[in-house]
């Protein structure tokens, strides 16, 4: 096309495109950066939860010798509870009923704060506690998997 190859049309183009993205693109601001890092802290806290829906299986029916029948019907059980709850759970967040309280202001903590800062503690006991059976009984394994699970 007039003595110019597609290749050079192409890359021509690809330059432009560069060089729009370039000039639109902005540092990241402090409202990005604090996103950036509140998404970090939430997604921090799952960490301990997930070795434990990896491992959970292994560690209750190997180590501990629980009943994998017994077992699987309390994961299922509590799976189920956890689908009917999570939309609760999920509405009350969004509602920010937590900011009600008079020590959780939206405006200074926002409506996710609370929920990751009262959720954290309970998480990480549930968590490290999963590990500690206080028994190798066999009620007393389904009653502890169950209150890990939840």
Known sequence: INGVTLRQKM???ATIGARRCCRQSRW?????KRLWLFAAAAMGIWGPLSAFNFSRTTLYVVYFGANVTALSVV???MGAINALNGPSFARWSDAGILNRWKIFPSRTW???APWIL?????QAFGAAAMWLPPSLHSNTLLLWYAGCYA
């Open 110 to 112: 926002g409506r996710r």
């Open 75 to 77: 994961g299922f059980i």
């Open 118 to 122: 009262l959720g954290s503690p309970i």
């Open 11 to 13: 890359s021509e183009g």
């Open 28 to 32: 990241p601001t402090s409202e990005t």
